[in-house]
Nanobody, 121 residues
Framework: QVKLVESGGGSVQPGGSQGLSCEASGTIFSINFMGWYRQAPGKQRELVAGTTASGRTNYADSVKGRFTISRDNAKNIITLQMNNLKPEDTAVYYC???????????????WGQGTQVTVSS
C-alpha cells in the first residue's frame, strides 16, 4: 500500500509565495516519476512540475521561472516552491507518483488527496 501525504496550500495574495510538500510511504517500487498536477474548476487536470528517476525536471510553460520542484530521494519527498503566484494558479494541487516493478515491469500510479491553493486579493 502506497500513501501520498501532502502538506501546504491555502490562501495567498497575488505576487506571494507558497510551498507544497508530498511524502510517499509504503511499499514503493522503482520510482519513474514524482510530481504535481493541478485542476482548476471547470478545467482538466494538468501537469505543473515533475521530476524523473534520472533527476530531470519539467515544468508547465505557465509556471516556468516561478515554480521550483525539488526531491529528497532518500525520504521520497518532493516539494514545490511557488513564487510570484497569480490568480490563475488557483487550483487543487495533486501529488503524483509513478513507479515500476522492475521484475514484472508492471507500472503503478498513485495520487494524493489534493490540497487547495487560492491566489486572491
Amino acid at each position: 500500500q502506497v500513501k501520498l501525504v501532502e502538506s501546504g496550500g491555502g490562501s495567498v495574495q497575488p505576487g506571494g509565495s507558497q510551498g507544497l510538500s508530498c511524502e510517499a510511504s509504503g511499499t514503493i517500487f522503482s520510482i519513474n516519476f514524482m510530481g504535481w498536477y493541478r485542476q482548476a474548476p471547470g478545467k482538466q487536470r494538468e501537469l505543473v512540475a515533475g521530476t524523473t528517476a534520472s533527476g530531470r525536471t519539467n515544468y508547465a510553460d505557465s509556471v516556468k521561472g516561478r515554480f521550483t520542484i525539488s526531491r529528497d530521494n532518500a525520504k521520497n519527498i518532493i516539494t514545490l516552491q511557488m513564487n510570484n503566484l497569480k490568480p490563475e494558479d488557483t487550483a487543487v494541487y495533486y501529488c503524483n507518483l509513478k513507479t515500476i516493478d522492475t521484475t514484472t515491469y508492471r507500472e503503478f500510479e498513485y495520487w494524493g488527496q489534493g490540497t487547495q491553493v487560492t491566489v486572491s486579493s
